[in-house]
Every structure is written in structure tokens, then in C-alpha cells.
């Protein structure tokens, strides 16, 4: 239902999204996980065509077999309210505080789908409970500041469903929130993708939540997906060398505290931080920060290699492995 | 065995919710109640728990920023809401604090050496202060010359490090971090954890940390108290814990932290 191939987003500084590739379908739960300044929220709104003024925009973007690179704002309008829906990391910023939660969750239907005040009100209430908001008629009636955070992130989900959408994209939605309410905000937009045959690209860079969401993953870095397959396995087994240093500094609570000589163990990181825009390499954009770096990796862009019919990873080092 | 850096036994901490009648007294909420721990010299003590479940609280407890409503806190066996409050000031080089949001103790107008020898200040200490600041930067792991920059020209994970240096300035024996790595991405909250362990060793710091993230705490702390609505619902060594936690509620966070199970 939604295709990118070779799809970039340049600025002046450089390119924050390069040569992407991505085919989501149906009911696909694809998680994006990547440092902050990967690229991912670029991504997002990429597939929103919310790309940032000041963008060139080249490659192709189809949404229903229709390349939309070329459309206008009206024509995108239309996908986003009915096809392609978004919720955001900070659920208050996103919400009129002057406004009843229920009034904006309504709107969209009444715009979009010319629905009545009391056909939209219905649509509410039931979208409220399928969102797990407990007394929804009297939630409806609230403004954004009487709810808690993960209540308002509720909201924001039903308010993405209101046109049920084929796609709905969520960037960061539970970085603001408590990490058991994280859980149950993730596990309900599971439960949606999975009800409603809805597809869900989960942007992240918890990867614990990642791991229990999503049945295929895309890590990025600088602008460039590293490295692509089902979630599981490239948790498992990464092959791309950014993939498995961002794995290694995740602590591991089963993992002992102290080495055999009673000192503390450090936790494995990644050497510096991702450069801005200007200052990442023309090659492999990890270069630099790479633990098994070699000369060529700064100035050639790697291809990316399929390993199976589901996995690819773009790292000079796996040339010699491609079969 | 030698007196804890710091004792807290008893800690309770009574907020007043808004009134729903004229007539009657406002309800009381128990952010903290009953609540009890020690930190040795050198040794990290977790607090673990979700949103709302006092450890903010607890901090500010500690740092006698907020007095207990029963309760009392010992540092170096003073107890410090007992002190006049020219001693505690005095004693306040003593204890430090590190936040989520480094943006929050660094003024965004002054290079961050002026903040960073904030405390300095407040103690009256003005000789040496940039030598200080100096050393605070490079046990943090930056550059001296870092101290004539702006805030904004810093990334996420070295305005921390400048919050830490900060912390560190006025050679503290506890440092009490709130949330200090949450906000940073996996691969830079690893760095600063492991500047905290570097610190700890090289300084022999106490350490009060808290986090949300049991992972995250697992991995530095020594030992552990989890706190659920107010209440101190269990403690013990940290790998004790990890291994077998007693309580359904500690299960869960784990299950929110896990990716390697
Ligand atoms: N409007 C813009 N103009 C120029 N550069 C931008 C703009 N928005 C984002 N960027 C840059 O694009 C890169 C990717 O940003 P972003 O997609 O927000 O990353 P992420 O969501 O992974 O943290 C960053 O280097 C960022 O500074
Ligand atoms: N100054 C305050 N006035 C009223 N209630 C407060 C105040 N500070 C905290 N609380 C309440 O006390 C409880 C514990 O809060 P807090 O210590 O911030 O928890 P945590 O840091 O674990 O998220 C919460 O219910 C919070 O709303
Ligand atoms: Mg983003
Ligand atoms: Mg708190």
C-alpha cells in the first residue's frame, strides 16, 4: 500500500534521508529504531508528505501504486485524513487545551467524512472505548489538561483513527510516558494494527519496545536504513556493525554487575556522538565511529546487501559475506 | 563498621490535594510514606518505580530542599533538617544534584564555566574557581576550554556531562541524580552511566540514583529500593533482586526494561 524507492530529503547541509527503500503492506508492524538525528522523524513526515520546507525531495513515494512526489497539498490532504494517520511523542502539544477532547476527535469525521454531530459523537464513544479510555461519555466532555499523559496519548489514537486509516505512523508516542504505561500504550497499538488489519510503522528508540511490538525493524543512522529484517532475528543476530553497538550499550538486567576480580563492569558504548547534517561522511555515514572501520568505508557509500528474501544490511564488511 | 554516609529512616512527605468542599480539610496525599534506607561511601542506592511514586520526592528529602513531615535524614550523622541554616549551607557542598533536563541548572545566556561554578559561589568559595571549574570539566571527560562555550553548543549527552561537572565542583561526598539518563539515547546514556562508575571509583562518591528504568539502574546501582505509590515495597542487593524479584509490580518492570529475554 505504500512504497519508497530510492527516496531522498536533501537540505542545503545535506542529505537527511538517502536512497531509502520501503514497501509496507497491509497490517505490517514495522518498527524504525536510530539515535536521535538518524533521520527517523524525516521519515515519518516523508510519509506523511509533511516533508520540512527548504527540502529536495527526489526518488519515488507511492501510496496505493499512485506516486505522490508530484501531488499537491490538497491531494495529500486527502491521504493523510483517510489513509495515512500520525500520532506524535508529546501528546499535549498536539491537543487545543481550550478545546474538549471529544470536539477534536470528532472534527476530522465531520470533515472528511461529512458525518453529523451525533454520527461523529457515536464514532467517538466507540473509538474512546476501543481505545481502552475508561467512562468514555464523560472523557469526551474533558479538556486535554484534566487527562494524564497516557490518557491524552489515548486520545491522540483515536483521534488518528477517526478516518480509519490503512497506516498509522506513531514517532516516539511513549518517549514522554511512565515505562509501564509505555507497555500498555504500545500493546494497545499492537492489538489496533492486528484488529483492524491496520499497518503501524512504530518509530522508537526503545528497543525493548520495539522488540515486543513489531515483526520487522529498519535501524538508521545519519540519514541512510543501515539495515533492514525481521525484528527478532536482527535483534538476535545483527549485522551491521552500528546495529549491534546499539544493542551492546543496552543494559542487561540478567547480565552480572562485576567481573571476576569484583570490579564494576562498564557498559559497552559507541565512541562519540552522530555528527550534524554537514559533518557526516559522503560514504558509509558511520564511518568514523565504527569499531571495524576500513579505509574505504568514510568515501564509498556501501550497497545494500540482501542476505535473505527479508533481511539486508549496508556495510562493506558483508560484501565478502553476500553469496 | 563506620557511620553510613547517609541514613534516612522514617521518611514522610504529606501533600495537600485541592479542597473538594469548603467544609471540610483538604485530603492529604502521602507522596512518601514510612520510607527507610542507607547509602554507604563509594556504593550507588537505586530507587526504582514509576511516575508518581515519591522518589522525586525522596530527593528532594534528601538534598533538604523539602523538610519531612515525619522522619529524618542523617548525612554524616547530622541531621540535616535539624541544622541552622548557616551550617547547612556550609554543608551543602557536601550533596549535589544531577537532572534530567541539564537545560534546567545551566543558565542559557552565560558561558556554562559560569554555571558550572554556580555552587562554588554559593558556598562564599571565590578563590581558584576556574581552576576548579577546569578540573570538573576534564573528570567529566571534556575539555577545559569547554567552559567558554554556550549551552546550545553542546549535544544532548555533554550538556549531562556539564550538569555532572557542575555536581562534582565543589567535591561532594553524595551525589543524588534524578532521572539523569533518561533522556538520552542508548548509546550515550552507556557513556554517562560509565562516567558515573569512573567518578564513583576515582572519588569514592555515594550515590542516590534514580530511574525509572530498572535496566538502567540494574546496571550501575549496588543496591535497590523500589517504591510503589509512596510506599517502599522492597530492597536488597541489586542482583538478588534482578534474579528474584519478590513482587509482582518489580516483575512488571522488568518486563518494561527487557529486550534481552
Ligand atoms: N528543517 C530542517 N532543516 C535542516 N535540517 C533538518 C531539518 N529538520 C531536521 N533536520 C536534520 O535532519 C537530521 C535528521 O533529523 P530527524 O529526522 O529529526 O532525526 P530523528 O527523528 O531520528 O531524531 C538531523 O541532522 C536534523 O538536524
Ligand atoms: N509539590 C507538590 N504538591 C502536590 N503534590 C505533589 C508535589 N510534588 C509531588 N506531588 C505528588 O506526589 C506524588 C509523588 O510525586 P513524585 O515524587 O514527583 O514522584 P516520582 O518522582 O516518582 O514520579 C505524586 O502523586 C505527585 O503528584
Ligand atoms: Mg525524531
Ligand atoms: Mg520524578
Known amino acids: 500500500m505504500l512504497e519508497l524507492t530510492d527516496y531522498s530529503v536533501n537540505f542545503s547541509a545535506g542529505a537527511a534521508l538517502r536512497q531509502a527503500n520501503l514497501t509496507i503492506k497491509p497490517g505490517d508492524r514495522l518498527g524504525i529504531v536510530g539515535e536521535s538525528g538518524s533521520g527517523k522523524t524525516m521519515l515519518a513526515l516523508s510519509l506523511m508528505g509533511m516533508a520540512p520546507d527548504g527540502a529536495t525531495l527526489s526518488g519515488a513515494l507511492c501510496v496505493d501504486g499512485i506516486d505522490m512526489t508530484q501531488r499537491n497539498e490538497i491531494e495529500w490532504q486527502n491521504i493523510r485524513a483517510r489513509r495515512v494517520a500520525m500520532i506524535f511523542q508529546e501528546p499535549m502539544a498536539a491537543l487545543n487545551p481550550l478545546r474538549r477532547v471529544g470536539d477534536t476527535v470528532m472534527e476530522p469525521m465531520r470533515v472528511h467524512e461529512g458525518l453529523s454531530h451525533d454520527q461523529a459523537q457515536a464514532r467517538a464513544l466507540s473509538l474512546f472505548e476501543e481505545v481502552g479510555i475508561p467512562d468514555p461519555a464523560a472523557r469526551l466532555r474533558q479538556f486535554p489538561h484534566e487527562l494524564s499523559g497516557g490518557q491524552r496519548q489515548r486520545v491522540l489514537i483515536a483521534l488518528a483513527l477517526a478516518c480509519n486509516p490503512a497506516l498509522l505512523i506513531a514517532d516516539e508516542p511513549t518517549t514522554a510516558l511512565d515505562a509501564n504505561v509505555a507497555v500498555l500504550i504500545t500493546d494497545l497499538l499492537v492489538r489496533l494494527s492486528q484488529e483492524r488489519q491496520m499497518a503501524l510503522v512504530f518509530i522508537t528508540h526503545d528497543i525493548a519496545a520495539v522488540a515486543r511490538a513489531t515483526q520487522d525493524i529498519v535501524v538508521m543512522y545519519g540519514g541512510d536504513m543501515v539495515e533492514y529484517g525481521p525484528t527478532a532475528e536482527v535483534l538476535k543476530t545483527p549485522h551491521h556493525p552500528y546495529t549491534k553497538g546499539l544493542l551492546d550499550a543496552l543494559p542487561d538486567p540478567s547480565r552480572t554487575t562485576h567481573d571476576a576480580n569484583g570490579k564494576r563492569r562498564r557498559l559497552p558504548t559507541i565512541p562519540g556522538t552522530v555528527p550534524q547534517l554537514q559533518d557526516l561522511p559522503q560514504g558509509c555515514r558511520f564511518a568514523g565511529r565504527c569499531p571495524v572501520e576500513v579505509p574505504q568505508c568514510a568515501a564509498q557509500k556501501p550497497a545494500t546487501q540482501s542476505f535473505a528474501v527479508n533481511r539486508s544490511s549496508a556495510c562493506h564488511l558483508n560484501e565478502g559475506a553476500k553469496r | ?261
Open chain 2, 1 to 261: 563498621m563506620s557511620v553510613p554516609l547517609l541514613t534516612a529512616t522514617g521518611l514522610t512527605r504529606h501533600y495537600a490535594l485541592p479542597r473538594t468542599s469548603l467544609l471540610r480539610p483538604a485530603p492529604l496525599l502521602t507522596a512518601v510514606d514510612n520510607t527507610s534506607f542507607t547509602i554507604n561511601a563509594g556504593e550507588t542506592l537505586g530507587v526504582v518505580g514509576e511516575s508518581g511514586s515519591g522518589k522525586s520526592t525522596l530527593a528532594r528529602m534528601v538534598m533538604a530542599f523539602e523538610t519531612p513531615d515525619a522522619g529524618e535524614v542523617l548525612f554524616q550523622g547530622q541531621n540535616i533538617h535539624a541544622l541552622p541554616a548557616p551550617e547547612l549551607r556550609k554543608l551543602r557542598q557536601q550533596f549535589q544534584m544531577v537532572f534530567q533536563d541539564p537545560y534546567g541548572s545551566l543558565n542559557p545566556r552565560r558561558p556554562v564555566g559560569w554555571s558550572i561554578a554556580e555552587p562554588l559561589r554559593a558556598i562564599g568559595e571565590d578563590e581558584n574557581t576556574n581552576r576548579r571549574v577546569k578540573e570538573a570539566l576534564e573528570q567529566v571527560g571534556l575539555h577545559a576550554d569547554a567552559a567558554d562555550k554556550y549551552p546550545h553548543e553542546f549535544s544532548g549527552g555533554q550538556r549531562q556531562r556539564i550538569a555532572i561537572a557542575r555536581a562534582i565542583v565543589t567535591r561532594p561526598a553524595l551525589l543524588v541524580a534524578d532521572e539523569a539518563v533518561s533522556a538520552l539515547d542508548v548509546s550515550v546514556q552507556a557513556q554517562i552511566l560509565n562516567l558515573l562508575m569512573d567518578l564513583q571509583d576515582d572519588l569514592g562518591l555515594g550515590i542516590l540514583f534514580i530511574s525509572h528504568d530498572l535496566a538502567v539502574v540494574g546496571a550501575i546501582c549496588d543496591t535497590l529500593l523500589v517504591m510503589q505509590h509512596g510506599k517502599p515495597l522492597e530492597a536488597g542487593r541489586t542482583a538478588d533482586i534482578l534474579r528474584n524479584p519478590a513482587h509482582a509490580y518489580t516483575q512488571s518492570l522488568l518486563t518494561a526494561a527487557g529486550v534481552h529475554t
